[in-house]
């Protein structure tokens, strides 16, 4: 099955520095990428998510590159806030059925 | 328009015991899936479930581990003779279809004792 893997396990960044957080799937078959942030004591919700047929998107200080060749995707967050902390997962789905999560990457923007 | 709900929020449990975990998905999804997060850790995929219907269950144990989407209630996932390494939080999430965003509930987080 899928495999990914997620790197770092833990960023701190301090106030308005950028942070980017990459992950790397194994079935080239994979076309869709989520990612999900993850506050102490919730469920993961979505921030921004990519399909296989494009390169780069951008919602306002977030973004999500893929390289397909590469097998890679990563999260770009700029101008970062104390709210931003969190942990933040990838995730890669074949058939959108099920998702196989990165083991997740802890984000503190110290203000 | 209230997100996925998932209840109880905490549940205790001594071996043994079965533990019954809810989830009513979003409103007019019909798509819903269970996963299982251990500390410090990535979700793991459980179960894919229509209504009525299992459509992927690759990552259930075999064993105690049973869930279902009746046409009329909540999404149940049901643990028997728990063991402590049943100790985790328990996502559901849904989606309107097939290859649609899934949105998460807040999760269960189950203790064994």
């Known amino acids: 099955g899928e495999n990914v893997e997620q790197h770092p396990s833990t960023l701190s960044v301090q106030e308005g520095d950028s942070a980017v957080i990459k992950c790397t799937y194994s079935?080239?078959?994979?076309?869709?990428f989520p990612w999900y942030k993850q506050e102490l004591g919730k469920g993961p919700q979505l921030i921004i998510d990519?399909?296989?047929?494009?390169g780069e998107k951008k919602d306002q200080r977030i973004a999500v590159t893929l390289n397909k060749t590469a097998k890679h995707f990563s999260l770009h967050i700029t101008e970062t806030q104390p709210e931003d902390s969190a942990v933040y997962f990838c995730?890669?789905?074949?058939?959108?059925?099920?998702?196989?999560f990165g083991s997740g990457t802890k984000l503190n923007v110290k203000p | 328009n209230a997100g996925v709900m998932q209840n109880p929020r905490h549940l205790v449990r001594r071996r043994g015991q079965e533990a019954r975990l809810r989830c009513s998905p979003m409103k007019g999804h019909s798509h819903v899936y269970w996963y299982r997060q251990l500390p410090e850790e990535g979700l793991k995929f459980m179960v894919y479930l229509q209504k009525e219907n299992i459509i992927d269950e690759s990552g259930m144990p075999k064993e105690r581990f049973s869930a279902e989407f009746p046409k009329e209630g909540p999404s149940i996932l049901r643990i028997q003779q728990v063991v402590r390494g049943d100790s985790a939080a328990y996502f559901c999430?849904?989606?309107?279809?097939?290859?649609?965003?899934?949105?998460f509930g807040a999760g269960t987080r189950l203790s064994v004792l």
């Open positions: 995730a890669a789905s074949i058939s959108f059925n099920k998702f196989y």
């Open positions: 990519i399909r296989s047929n494009v």
């Open positions: 999430a849904s989606s309107v279809g097939r290859e649609d965003i899934q949105y």
């Open positions: 079935d080239s078959a994979s076309n869709y």
